[in-house]
């Protein structure tokens, strides 16, 4: 359940010109590949009085990865990992909002890739909030988890001739928001 307030909300949405999804995976277990995907859509609903929102939910576009390896990123839209041909979408939806103070809180939520949907909660932070040159009232967002990619069916792995794997399990994401009032 989501928390309410007492208050009207607002309606944002994600301005996907100024949103992605970075992440990061161990490589041969001594580096780090990073990568991003862009194209992220979604809504906010806001109290009136506050930067917190009640709920939220976000759509990712997975065949925007890129890990600036052309090869690379066609094997993770391969069968192989994200099968974008048949999973297009990656999707967040908060169920509850914990708030930790006036500019973070925690959101628990579901969170779908390859078709598998499973529990994780963000740590969000508010990154700010102001009026743009237009006069549009915007509000930013920065949202951390973990997660274990075998948990969503991405289990695609090679073992090592000195041992261990290519690709490490544990996946950090942070999502970089910007949203702007829902037209109405």
């Known amino acids: 359940m989501t928390t309410t307030s007492t208050t009207a909300t607002r309606s944002y949405t994600i301005d996907p010109s100024h949103s992605n999804a970075h992440f990061s995976v161990r490589h041969l277990m001594i580096a780090k590949v990073r990568g991003s995907f862009s194209n992220i859509a979604g809504s906010i609903q806001l109290p009136a009085d506050s930067a917190i ?3 939220f ?18 094997h993770l839209k391969s069968p192989d990992f994200f099968d974008v041909a048949t999973f297009p979408k990656i999707t967040f939806a908060s169920t509850h909002i914990e708030p ?25 932070e508010v990154s700010g909030e ?26 695609w792995n090679q073992a090592l001739e000195a041992g261990g794997v290519a690709i490490g399990d544990e996946v950090s994401v942070t999502l970089d928001v910007e949203s702007i009032p829902t037209p109405a």
Request: hydrophobic content about 40%; overall charge negative.
């Open 57 to 74: 939910s976000a759509e990712i576009d997975a065949a925007t990865i890129d890990t600036r390896d052309a090869q690379r990123d066609g």
């Open 100 to 124: 930790i103070d006036a500019t973070s809180f925690k959101a628990a939520g579901t969170l779908t890739i390859h078709g598998v949907s499973a529990p994780v909660t963000l740590e969000v």
């Open 53 to 55: 929102p009640t709920g």
């Open 130 to 155: 102001g009026k743009d040159p237009w006069g549009n009232h915007r509000v930013a967002f920065e949202a951390k988890t973990k997660i274990n990619r075998k948990d969503f069916g991405l289990v």
